[in-house]
Nanobody
Framework: QVQLVESGGGSVQAGGSLRLSCAAS?????????MGWFRQAPGKEREGVAAIRSDGTTIYTDSVKGRFTISRDNGKNTLYLQMNSLKPEDTAMYYC?????????????????WGQGTQVTVSS
């Protein structure tokens, strides 16, 4: 059984930083070919933030480019999201997810397994 557990969320002031982690377990290696971070703010639809392929190739949504960095440690089965220069509009529940399909094919869709989320709150 595949399990994804996020951690590292919290409350910070604008301009601050947070590092999210997603510990993955279960399943076979191909399930983790593409892993992504998503977020959902109250009253808004869930949006893709960043995705990373098993070889380290990354994709970012425009609003976080230059501020967020996605990475993964395949040996530890852990996904990370380093968030710098945080803005109030980054406030959301952040989720990690994984899928077999290459990240470059519809990067924000078709994710199969999801974590429970970790809350990030950025105050002005």
């Amino acid at each position: 059984q595949v399990q994804l557990v996020e951690s590292g969320g919290g409350s910070v002031q604008a301009g601050g930083s947070l590092r999210l982690s997603c510990a993955a377990s279960g399943g076979t290696a191909n399930i983790y070919y593409c892993m992504g971070w998503f977020r959902q703010a109250p009253g808004k639809e869930r949006e893709g933030v960043a995705a990373i392929r098993s070889d380290g190739t990354t994709i970012y949504t425009d609003s976080v480019k230059g501020r967020f960095t996605i990475s993964r440690d395949n040996g530890k089965n852990t996904l990370y999201l380093q968030m710098n220069s945080l803005k109030p509009e980054d406030t959301a529940m952040y989720y990690c997810a994984t899928r077999r399909l290459d990240c470059y094919y519809a990067p924000w869709g078709n994710y199969v397994y999801w974590g429970q989320g970790t809350q990030v709150t950025v105050s002005s």
